[in-house]
């Protein structure tokens, strides 16, 4: 199975690299078979490329009160049960904050812990000086793209000017610069309008971050990336008038790329932020899930390569972190955890006809891997490539839950979703992680890799 479509062959596996794939009963898969050490017969199955989510965030300290429930080992032990074998998470730079020491701390929390492949980006959260000039080592050391937000006034938010100047770093570095695009200024006026007229709800978390504030932040983004002439990727896209302005810039031929995440694919501001307390809590994430209709628009964004690709911005809580929003939405720590889950809820676009075998593939795993600089090590069944190989069931059916799921939380966004498509057997790097619905992976196998620019660009 490739971004190109379905294909019948055999996947020769030496040490950690594929090493070649032969045809199904040619003389060649017949010797390789009689001396391999292991034969799986995947008939009836797919044979996907590890899955590569590009936006996760584990052991992130999101407030004094709030950490990310899954750790790099509970984090990517889900990862893999759902089929994704690469994570790149964030070093987070905050406001006041070193670069260099949050690039240390985010290693060390990561060190021997993984047990599938991680790398990570840079979330620049101060952008001065002396961020900007370690742009250029930070590249070197394999971390080539870099986060900024448009959102969250006094905490992580850069204003114009400095993405500009980050922006033109990258110009010269050939760096790729992911931007969270909600209009941050405006949306602190509205959302404490909201709670001094008693609006504590967590339903008032998505109506004080409209849609046009994202659409008007991507347009702006957009524009400051052409002006300095570098690339830039939308982070977490969720609203149809963001995805419009993606499209045009894309038209017209410009290095614009973006992500959206399940949660925008499925969930909405109607069936699930209405809900009161925890139930309405569980799904504060940012930006908000949007009314239904978006959701058609970004399965048709992501149909037509408008969107490029879907990672989830895992980034999960247990109930008690969450209900420290309970008498006020914004106190609640934003977020929601879908690592495991991305592989199959994407696969279940490909059931439901959104999308094709073959986009599934590129959105999930090659895409992400070429636009962050990791192809084709990862996101490819190839010869020299990584042996990072699933093995997917198409027509088993489950379903989703606390009780069932990996991931180190006892709430999820995703209670009670019936899905058919289930992971089987995944291989990282040559080894067996999940061996036909078993764990058998090790803790610390999992190594950092080291990046390099994007192949996708212009
Ligand atoms: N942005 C992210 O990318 N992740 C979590 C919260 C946020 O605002
Ligand atoms: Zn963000
Ligand atoms: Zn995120």
């Not at 797919?46 to 407030?63: F, I, N, R, W």
């Not at 058609?296 to 247990?318: E, I, K, M, Q």
């Amino acid at each position: 199975m490739s971004s190109t479509g379905v294909s019948s062959a055999d996947v020769v596996v030496e040490g950690e690299t594929i090493e070649a794939l032969l045809a199904p009963g040619s003389s060649l898969a017949a010797s390789a078979a009689e001396s391999a050490e292991r034969v799986i017969d995947a008939t009836g199955r797919y044979v996907v490329p590890g899955g590569v989510d590009v936006h996760t965030h584990l052991a992130l300290e999101m407030s004094p009160e709030a950490t990310v429930s899954d750790s790099f080992e509970t984090g990517t032990v889900a990862a893999a049960w759902g089929g994704t074998t690469t994570v790149v998470d964030f070093c987070n730079q905050t406001l006041g904050d070193d670069v260099r020491r949050s690039v240390d701390e985010q290693f060390a929390k990561a060190e021997g812990q993984c047990v599938i492949d991680y790398a990570f980006h840079m979330s620049m959260g101060d952008v001065t000086d002396s961020a900007l000039k370690e742009m250029p080592t930070l590249i070197d050391e394999g971390i080539t793209s870099f986060k900024y937000y448009m959102a969250y006034p006094g905490h992580v938010y850069s204003d114009d000017g400095q993405i500009l100047r980050a922006m033109q770093v990258a110009a010269e570095t050939g760096a790729m610069v992911m931007v969270h695009a909600e209009n941050g200024i405006a949306i602190d006026v509205l959302r404490e309008q909201a709670v001094e007229r008693g609006n504590t709800d967590p339903v008032w978390h998505g109506r004080t971050r409209p849609s046009e504030l994202e659409g008007e932040a991507t347009h702006r983004a957009i524009s400051l990336a052409a002006v300095a002439g570098a690339p830039v990727y939308i982070v977490h896209l969720s609203a149809t008038e963001a995805l419009a302005e993606v499209a045009a810039a894309r038209d017209r031929g410009r290095n614009v790329f973006a992500e959206t995440c399940p949660q925008y694919l499925y969930l909405s501001i109607e069936d699930h932020l209405t809900q009161e307390g925890i139930d309405g809590l569980t799904y504060v994430c940012s930006p908000p899930l949007r009314e239904h209709h978006h959701s058609g628009s970004l399965w048709t964004g992501l149909r037509a390569d408008d969107l490029s690709v879907v990672s989830t911005d895992h980034c999960p809580f247990c109930e008690k972190d969450k209900l420290l929003g309970i008498d006020d939405f914004r106190l609640t720590p934003n977020g929601l955890g879908s690592i495991e889950h991305r592989m199959d809820l994407i696969h279940q676009g490909v059931v439901d006809g959104h999308l094709s075998i073959a986009r599934w593939v590129e959105t999930c795993s090659t895409t992400p891997a070429r636009l962050f600089g990791m192809y084709p090590k990862k996101g490819v069944i190839a010869p020299g490539s990584d042996a990072d190989v699933v093995i997917y069931d198409p027509s088993r059916r489950h379903t989703l839950g606390v009780e069932s799921h990996h991931m180190n939380s006892d709430i999820s966004a995703w209670q009670g979703f019936d899905l058919t498509g289930a992971v089987e057997t995944v291989m990282s790097r040559g080894q067996m992680v999940i061996d036909n619905g078993k764990f058998v992976g090790r803790t610390g196998r999992g190594r950092f890799v080291k990046r390099g620019l994007s192949d996708l660009l212009i």
